[in-house]
Each structure stands twice: as C-alpha cells, then as structure tokens.
T-cell receptor, first 114, second 114 residues
Framework: NAGVMQNPRHLVRRRGQEARLRCSPM?????VYWYRQLPEEGLKFMVY????????ESGMPKERFSAEFPKEGPSILRIQQVVRGDSAAYFC????????????FGPGTRLTVL | KQEVTQIPAALSVPEGENLVLNCSFT??????LQWFRQDPGKGLTSLLL?????REQTSGRLNASLDKSSGRSTLYIAASQPGDSATYLC?????????????FGAGTRLAVHP
C-alpha cells in the first residue's frame, strides 16, 4: 500500500504566479488535511477535506488560497498570485475515517517564491 | 486557544546519552498527544501516540509520558545514536474545533554525534 504521495516535491514560482500542489492519499483514505510549515516553525493546520467537501478551512488564508478534493483524483491546494511569504513546506496527511487517530503524512512540497 | 511549546529548541549530544525532550500545551482538553520525527526534506513519521486516558507509551528505546492535568509530555530517548538525529515534533488533538486537526509545537532539533 503506497503511502501518501505529494507532487511536486519542490516548486519554484515567481511572485504573482500560481502554485498547484497535489496530494494523493493512501488507498482507501477519504479524508485529507493540509498543513503549512514555515521555516523554523511547527506545522499549522490549513484545511480539512473529505471527498467533494470542504469540512474545515479555518486555517486557510481568506484570499488567494483554495483547496479541493474531487471524487476522482488527488486533492489540490491552489495558491494564486504567490508572494514571498508563501514560501514554505506544505504537507498533506490522510486519514482512513474520522474516528481513527493516526494521520499519515506525505513527504511535503517545498514551495519557493522568488 | 491551544498552544504547544517544545523545549529545548535544539540539542546536541554525544552518542550514548539518554535524552529528555519536553512538550507543554495550554489546554488540557485533548483527545491525544503524538510525537513525530521529521527528517530534513522528508515527511513526518509518527513515533508514539498517547490517548488522553493513558500515562505513557513505549516503543523500543523511546518512551513518552503524558500528564494531562499539568499540560506536559516528555519524550525519553535511551542510549541515543547518530541515526536519532532529526527534528522531533509534539502535536495534540484538541477537543475544541474537532475534526482531528493537529496542533503542533515548533519542534526540537536533535543532533547526536559519534
């Protein structure tokens, strides 16, 4: 059973461009979380999605950021008009179902904004 | 608002030493507490998960304790090895907010030298 996959692993964008980060959860997992890790900081929750639904986006910046988890395909975190402050590692984690405890983390996407 | 603090921020020790990493949290209303390991450029690996009703968990050379009333957890690493070098993150799952989202500390960067 392959683990959580994220791509790309590294992404470089210039200010004003769009960044798309993809997350494929573990097989059979229908719950996805996105976290952001700024340099020298811990991970901060951004958004929690189930298939075709955003359940909790309380950690997501109100502008420029959006997330989706379609019925088919990976979850996508989209950042429009990136700024230097968006440079961070973005991790996704998947959960089999909401009553379990263990979130399985992907390797992360490291976004650098020039 | 739940906050998680880890002390020390960094630690450098010779091989063979026994280590204690500390984690404190401000709100004792948690479902569980987890310790993760993060290697540079990689994702997170769950080391130990302690349910709120438990006092400790052990895995090999690792032992984690939880004192929920005082808002503290410690991760004990016995007979440290260079392969233990990594960042160790503590995270809690709070009652409030729901949805299993994790609140992380900033981590302790551990370096074990031969």
């Amino acid at each position: 059973n392959a683990g959580v996959m994220q791509n790309p692993r590294h992404l470089v964008r210039r200010r004003g461009q769009e960044a798309r980060l993809r997350c494929s959860p573990m097989k059979g997992h229908s719950h996805v979380y996105w976290y952001r890790q700024l340099p020298e900081e811990g991970l901060k929750f951004m958004v929690y999605l189930q298939k075709e639904n955003i359940i909790d986006e309380s950690g997501m910046p109100k502008e420029r950021f959006s997330a989706e988890f379609p019925k088919e395909g990976p979850s996508i975190l989209r950042i429009q008009q990136v700024v230097r402050g968006d440079s961070a590692a973005y991790f996704c984690a998947s959960l089999e179902w909401e009553a379990t405890d263990t979130q399985y983390f992907g390797p992360g996407t490291r976004l650098t904004v020039l | 608002k739940q906050e998680v603090t880890q002390i020390p921020a960094a630690l450098s020790v010779p091989e063979g030493e026994n280590l204690v990493l500390n984690c404190s949290f401000t709100d004792s209303a948690i479902y569980n507490l987890q310790w993760f390991r993060q290697d540079p450029g990689k994702g997170l690996t769950s080391l130990l998960l302690i349910q709120s009703s438990q006092r400790e968990q052990t895995s090999g050379r690792l032992n984690a304790s939880l004192d929920k009333s005082s808002g503290r957890s410690t991760l004990y690493i016995a007979a440290s090895q260079p392969g233990d070098s990594a960042t160790y993150l503590c995270a809690v799952t709070p009652f409030s907010g729901g949805y299993n989202k994790l609140i992380f500390g900033a981590g302790t960067r551990l370096a074990v030298h031969p």
